[in-house]
C-alpha cells in the first residue's frame, strides 16, 4: 500500500467551505481522477484519507494537509495534478509527496497566520499588539459544545506583529495587516481568539470583520523561530533512498 502526502488550499471564496464540503468535494475529485484508492473495512467503506487540523470555516489557508492510502503505486506529481485538475479553482492541489515518514500530524505542532484588519489604523494596531505582547496572560471566552469557556490566549502565541499594508495593498483606507504565529495547543487558540485578546488588553475593534489566512503550518523550530515544512522529511527520506540506489547501481558489476 503506497501513501501519499498532500498539501492544498483554501483561497478567495472557497474559504467559507467547511472541513465537510471540502470532504464531499475531495471524495469526488479522487472518483474524477480514478485515484486507486484502499477503502475501509466494515458495511460501510470509506476512502482511508486521513486530514490533518483544518483551518476554521471563513478562514483562507495555503498549508492544508492530508494523507491517502492507495493500493497501486502512483508517481506524486502527476496524481497531484489529476487531482488539482478535479476540484474547483481555490481548492488547489500545491504539492504532493510519498509518505517516507511516519506522524505526519505529529508535525504539525504550530501555524503562521495573516490577519488583514480592513478599517484599523496601523498605528492603533501597533499599540495593541504591544499591549498583547506584553501581557502574562490575556483571558478571552468562546462558546464551545459544553458552554461557555475562559482560557488565556497569550501563552500559545509565539510572535505577533504588524506587518506594512502599502507593500501589497496601496489604498485610502487604513488596513493593519498582523502576522501571527501561534502553537497548537488544547483548547486551539485561533485568530479569532488573538483577536478577542486584542479587545480584551487595548479595546481594538475592527468594523468588519477580519480577513484570516494561514500561510504556514508545521513543527516549531526554537532555535530559528520558523515553523518548518512537514514534508521536509519525507522530502528527505526519498532523496537519500534516491542516493542509495544510485550508490549501489554504481557498484554493481557490469
Known amino acids: 500500500m503506497q501513501r501519499i502526502r498532500l498539501r492544498y488550499t483554501k483561497r478567495g471564496r472557497l474559504r467559507f467551505t467547511s472541513h465537510r464540503d471540502f470532504q464531499r468535494a475531495f471524495e469526488r ?13 466494515g458495511f460501510t467503506p470509506h476512502p482511508k484519507v486521513s486530514y490533518a487540523n483544518a483551518a476554521p470555516t471563513g478562514t483562507g489557508s495555503e498549508a492544508e494537509y492530508l494523507e491517502i492510502a492507495l ?10 495534478e489529476l487531482l488539482d485538475e478535479s476540484l ?11 509518505a517516507r515518514t511516519s506522524g505526519l500530524a505529529d508535525r504539525l505542532t504550530a501555524s503562521v497566520w495573516e490577519m488583514r484588519l480592513a478599517g484599523v489604523d496601523p498605528a492603533e494596531a501597533d499599540r495593541a499588539v504591544a499591549a498583547f505582547n506584553a501581557a502574562d496572560t490575556v483571558e478571552v471566552q468562546r462558546l464551545m459544545k459544553n458552554g461557555v469557556r475562559t482560557f488565556d490566549a497569550r501563552s500559545a502565541v509565539v510572535h505577533l ?39 480584551a488588553v487595548a479595546d481594538l475593534a475592527p468594523p468588519v470583520p477580519a480577513g484570516v489566512t494561514r500561510l504556514a503550518q508545521g513543527l516549531f523550530d526554537e532555535e530559528t523561530g520558523v515553523v518548518t515544512d512537514p ?3 519525507d522530502r528527505e527520506a526519498a532523496e537519500a533512498l534516491s542516493t542509495a540506489d544510485v550508490t549501489a547501481a554504481a557498484k554493481t558489476p557490469a
Open 161 to 199: 506583529e504588524t506587518q506594512n499594508p502599502q507593500a501589497d495593498r496601496p489604498t485610502d483606507q487604513p488596513c493593519a495587516i498582523l502576522r501571527l504565529v501561534v502553537r497548537h495547543v488544547t483548547p486551539a487558540v485561533r485568530p479569532d481568539d488573538v483577536l478577542s485578546g486584542l479587545r
Open 88 to 98: 474547483p479553482t481555490g481548492l488547489d492541489i500545491v504539492d504532493a509527496v510519498e
Open 231 to 233: 514534508l521536509a522529511p
Open 29 to 41: 475529485a479522487l472518483r474524477r481522477a480514478e485515484v486507486p484508492m484502499a477503502y475501509s473495512a
Open 71 to 80: 493500493t497501486e503505486a502512483r508517481d506524486p506529481q502527476k496524481l497531484r
